[in-house]
């Protein structure tokens, strides 16, 4: 029965005898099968893409916040490897699946790699075996989506698999909390699931927040980033109505703040970047209209994040116009380019719909950013109809010409590396969307700045 096979599989996590694999080793796969690997399971990622797996199996790591010692001394010991035979999934005892989740052009969520993932570990299923989904994914989709593919092997849940979902909360470049101490919300298909995933987790993470069910899981992980994209809109439309009065609104938020309960603090920017926030929200929306709920938040928040990039170009072309100077055929200087501070991450960035439309109006761009040494903008980056065109940008060294050259130096991204007194000394003109030179303004140097 259910009990019996759970908590024999709970004893197995605790003496560390089951095999762990970690489907898709990504920003969210790889972190967490060293997790797994440092903390005594013998680990194996499966991937598709032969490149990736090769790496981890050398002892690299390709992802920032992986440091490669690492990787390569757990690959040394033989606790971590790669393999991109699926065939292997079947010497595995507890499957995690770290695979993309994105919208197709419609917005609409594509679970296409979910459905991949879970053809291939269908194929090599056999009793004893837990499977967990880690993708951000809609309310459902690991009960009715996962759950009939995988009984359709012939297995039975509880008798001869476990299955649920535990969300990924893992937030790239933060240096305060990783896998280890970021609670994990875990739901099962079944009780018996939950045991298992609960003892999974347990033996890797500081804490276990047990739901009732997968579709809770499911739930809270779009809850907390719709709570971001909607709290963001809210700012982002402050800081655009406070331009528009003449008042500061970091100043105002800064004040908001002090307020010591019922207040949170988030900061406007030029748009909303990653592979989370403005994507998750939009798989809780499309379940919620299948079901004849429109989420009006959600709406509303996309529509004044996705406008933040050309609040920007609004910006850049006032302050070229105090210096009577247009945009097309300026020369501008953005700096940072991934989606936020400290990352080499560009999925998303509002940095490429900003530079798309500044290209397109005819600017001379150039870009600096110390994380991302190649940035390449599609004809879907905010670029107008028509624009076909591949644009493809290298970093610039930040020298004292290249400041001192630019019409307009604009901080999409405020990387910490970045010297912002010498910018400000150095150039004529800059737009700063994420208040990074505040603190550092005399009377004259503000005259140069437009902030957001
Ligand atoms: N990046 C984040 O900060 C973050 C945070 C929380 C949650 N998430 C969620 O985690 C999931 C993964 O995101 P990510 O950022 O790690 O994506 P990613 O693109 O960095 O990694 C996904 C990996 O899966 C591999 N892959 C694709 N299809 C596969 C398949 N069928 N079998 C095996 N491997 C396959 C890809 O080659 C890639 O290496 C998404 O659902 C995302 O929403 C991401």
């Known amino acids: 029965m259910s009990t ?22 990504g920003y969210v796969g790889l972190p967490l099968a060293v997790e797994f690997a440092s903390n005594g399971f013998d680990v194996t990622g499966f991937e ?46 507890a499957i995690v699946v770290c695979v993309p989740t994105p919208l197709n052009k419609t917005k609409e969520p594509d679970i296409s790699f979910i459905l991949t993932a879970a053809e291939r570990i269908r194929a090599a299923m056999r009793p004893g075996q837990l499977i967990v989904l880690e993708s951000t994914t809609y309310p459902g989709t690991t009960d009715e989506v996962l759950l009939p593919m995988l009984a359709a092997s012939g297995l039975e849940l509880d008798r001869d698999f476990f299955l ?10 933060n240096e305060h909390f990783q896998t280890r101490n970021i609670t994990k919300v875990v739901g099962g298909v079944s009780e018996a699931s939950t045991d298992a995933a609960a003892a999974l987790y347990g033996a890797v993470v500081e804490s276990v927040h047990r739901v009732t069910s997968a579709r809770v899981a499911e739930t809270a ?21 406070c331009h528009q009065l003449g008042i500061d609104s970091w100043e105002v938020i800064n004040a908001a703040r002090t307020k010591p309960f019922g207040f949170m603090a988030f900061y406007p920017g030029p748009g909303i970047g990653g592979h989370c926030i403005p994507l998750d929200p939009h798989y809780l929306s499309w379940k919620a209209r299948l ?12 529509e004044v994040n996705s406008r933040m990039p050309q609040h920007v170009i609004n910006l850049v072309t006032e302050g070229l116009n105090r210096h009577r100077k247009a945009v097309n055929g300026s020369r501008l200087l953005v700096l940072g380019v991934a989606y936020k501070r400290d990352i080499d991450d560009v999925r998303e960035s509002p940095a490429l719909s900003i530079i798309g439309k500044l290209v397109d109006l005819g600017a001379d761009v150039t870009y600096h950013d110390p994380h991302v040494p190649v940035l390449r903008l599609e004809d879907d980056h905010g670029r107008s109809a028509g624009s076909s065109r591949v644009v493809t940008l290298e970093s610039v ?10 019409d307009c130096v604009v901080v999409v991204t405020d990387h910490g590396s970045v010297d912002y007194g010498r910018v400000l000394r150095l150039a004529g003109l800059v737009v700063d969307t994420r208040n990074i030179t505040s603190g550092l303004l005399t009377p004259e140097l503000a005259a140069k700045v437009v902030r957001l």
């Open 221 to 241: 992980k779009l809850l907390e980033n719709t709570f971001r994209a909607v709290n963001i809109g809210l700012v982002n439309e402050i800081a655009q109505l």
């Open 164 to 173: 649920a979902f535990s969300p990924e909360r893992v937030d790239p470049g």
């Open 48 to 93: 598709v893409s032969a490149e990736k797996a090769a790496s981890v199996n050398a002892g690299e790591s390709y992802i920032q916040d992986v440091p490669a010692g690492e990787v390569r001394r757990l690959a040394d010991a033989g606790r971590l490897r790669a393999t991109t035979d699926f065939g292997e999934l079947a010497e595995i005892d």
């Open 4 to 25: 019996e096979q759970s908590s024999e599989f709970v004893s197995r996590v605790e003496a560390r005898s089951i095999r762990v694999g970690v489907v898709g080793l």
């Open 397 to 406: 060294e930040l020298t004292d010409s290249a400041l001192g050259a630019a």
């Open 291 to 302: 079901h004849g709920f429109e989420a009006k938040f959600i709406g509303l928040a996309e």
